[in-house]
Nanobody
Framework: VQLVESGGGWVQPGGSLRLSCAASGFTFSRYLMRWFRQVPGKERELVASISRYGRTTNYAASAKDRFTISRDNVKSTLYLQMNNLKAEDTAVYYC?????WGQGTQVTVSS
């Protein structure tokens, strides 16, 4: 099983980023998928989740109305579109499928 995140980087407040998570080694469409984020010294925080076929999505209050989670089961890829980014969104972002985790991608929001 492998989950590989990409798309992180530095962006100014108000900017946008699109994270991707390429999955392999398991049947992607059978898993609910989640994005988490973590700041050093704090617990990992659930940002968003999406059901197996994308019909149901859920967001943390901090992400609602700014982030959009989506998936492409043909490409076995999970996405997180992040708009109107704020300094407090700075964190390492991880994709998750049950007990499987990616290595994370750093998102830094600063001026």
């Amino acid at each position: 099983v492998q989950l590989v995140e990409s798309g992180g980087g530095w962006v100014q407040p108000g900017g946008s980023l699109r994270l991707s998570c390429a999955a392999s080694g398991f049947t992607f469409s059978r898993y609910l998928m989640r994005w988490f984020r973590q700041v050093p010294g704090k617990e990992r925080e659930l940002v968003a989740s999406i059901s197996r076929y994308g019909r149901t999505t859920n967001y943390a209050a901090s992400a609602k109305d700014r982030f959009t989670i989506s998936r492409d089961n043909v490409k076995s890829t999970l996405y997180l579109q992040m708009n109107n980014l704020k300094a407090e969104d700075t964190a390492v972002y991880y994709c998750n499928a049950e007990n499987y985790w990616g290595q994370g991608t750093q998102v830094t929001v600063s001026s």
